[in-house]
């Protein structure tokens, strides 16, 4: 999907004017990485619509970024690796390894 896709796609599931859309990214290492979620605006002019994907375009030609959480590859691999995305997280709140 474009970045214009996952805006639109994003835009027509949220409940805000406003969100935050995730990604993901391989690091120099090749480790999969959690990218810097950005704050996504959803104001009814096409200015607004077009500089969002314009940021999302930007970081779409990072080194590395794979693609966005809500994209149908990014559903994908939440669906494939839920178990370790769960322990993931659970380590994570409960500061534990």
Not at 61 to 83: A, L, T
Request: aromatic share 12%.
């Amino acid at each position: 999907m474009t970045a214009k896709e996952i805006y639109y796609k994003a835009k027509f599931y949220a409940n805000l004017p406003m969100e935050l859309l995730g990604y993901l990214f391989k690091d120099e290492y090749g480790v999969i990485q959690i990218g810097a979620t950005i704050i996504v605006s959803y104001k009814d002019d096409i200015d607004t619509a077009l500089a969002e994907i314009e940021k999302m375009e930007v970081i779409e030609k990072q080194e590395g970024f794979m693609f966005w959480n809500i994209s149908p590859e990014g559903e994908k691999f939440k669906e494939d690796n839920i178990e370790a995305i769960a322990n993931a997280l659970i380590n994570i709140i409960m500061d534990s390894k």
